[in-house]
């Protein structure tokens, strides 16, 4: 996803929906900051097991601290190598630990196939990776949508694109996940843009 398509997609949405013009006039065209490197998508994992069900602030917190016990290293072989109570001391939950060891475990072993993720359809990468203990659809389409950079992703489990798009289009009530899945259909096949107006949404609010 180059920046150019970003720009694009955004201004496709911006002319299929006037809410979407609205957040686009807010907060400019699409930014999902650089692609991460292949080698970095462990870490980026990582977070995402650590950022689960967490605000912000709180989960940056405890990130910062696995980070430390892990001497900045979190690599499969350093976070296989460190003890559950290191882990634990960092502010993680026996849930969390259980995951990122799983996680480390199953990379090192060669079965998430990392490296390779990019090549596979974004069915194919949730797939793989809800294999790993405490991996589910959420950090999966986080995993599609900022380490892959995939376009047409829609999270319709996340509650800020859930709350988002409520403030966007004035609803009254939160729509669920299936009226939420519905309601995307507009967007394809740029929904990862639209998920991304919906969190700015929150913002302004």
């Known amino acids: 996803m180059t920046r150019t398509s970003l720009a694009e997609a955004s201004e496709a949405l911006a002319r299929r929906s006037p809410a979407m ?18 080698s970095e998508r462990f870490a980026s994992l990582a977070r995402a097991i ?10 940056g917190a405890i990130w910062g601290r696995v980070l430390a016990s892990l001497d900045g290293d979190c690599s499969a072989a350093r976070v296989a190598a460190t003890e559950r109570e290191v882990l634990r001391g960092a502010g993680l939950s026996a849930a969390k630990t259980a995951s990122l060891l799983d ?7 060669g079965q998430l196939g ?15 990776l809800v294999q790993v ?3 589910g659809p959420w950090t999966a389409h986080m995993f599609l949508l900022f380490t892959l950079h995939r376009l047409d992703v829609w999270p319709t489990g996340d509650l800020g694109v859930r709350k988002g798009y409520a403030l ?26 639209a998920a991304w107006y919906c969190w700015r949404a929150c913002e302004r609010v």
């Open 133 to 135: 203990r405490g991996i």
């Open 50 to 59: 650590v950022y689960q069900q967490l605000a912000g602030a709180a989960a």
């Open 103 to 109: 996680l480390a475990e199953r990379d090192l072993s």
């Open 168 to 193: 966007a289009f004035r609803l009254e009530d939160l729509p669920s996940p299936t009226e939420l899945e519905r309601a995307g259909e507009l967007f394809r096949p740029y929904r990862s843009v």
């Open 21 to 38: 013009a609205r957040l686009m006039t807010l907060h400019g065209p699409c930014r999902l900051g650089p692609r991460p490197r292949v």
């Open 114 to 128: 990392l490296a390779g993720l990019g090549r596979l359809g974004d069915e194919e990468v949730v797939a793989r």
